[in-house]
């Protein structure tokens, strides 16, 4: 699930086909769509035509992040940027994050939910919040109640957690503390 901007996005392993029936679902929804693929300069088309209302793709993932983000925008979809665990924040340069809508700050493996959440990545967070002031930054992997605060205090404003949530009794209540975290974090920032 995604936090962003008081909207809450599925965060479920799924294609094109599966997107399309949630958006004739559920109108209006906000999808953002985490392209944790090889050349993900082939799905833009098919997911834009599915719904999908962000697409982030991997730096790793492509030799031209600045050509593909026209793509995407060209489609009418917002354009998110990955770093995986591995990946520097400087892999991410000052033309592309610009360019980007969101940047994504990976707090796992690419690959499946459920794994331990990596503090050493979180620095990423605040070198990129420092350099993008005005992005979206968005954490994933192992996020939950013990871990959104130092990603929110970072500058994260978009949460994904699913163990945290899906995993939970009462998973209204861990939305509204992954919420309340964000939001605290954002108004000491602006405060200051
Ligand atoms: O898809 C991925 C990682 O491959 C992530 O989006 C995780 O699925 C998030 O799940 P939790 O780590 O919160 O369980």
Redesign the pocket.
Known sequence: MDVMDGHFVP?ITMGAPILSCVSKSIPGIFMDC?M?VAEPEKWVGAIADAGGSLYCFHIEATSDPSALIDAIHDRGMKAGVAVSPDTPSSAITDEVGEAADMLLVMT?Y??????KFLERCVPKVSELRERFPDKDIEV????GPSTVDVCANAGSNVI?????IFGAPQPEQVIAQLKASVNTAQARRTKH
């Open positions: 965060n985490h944790m796992v690419p690959g499946k939910g459920g794994q994933d992997g192992g996020v994904v957690a699913g163990t945290a």
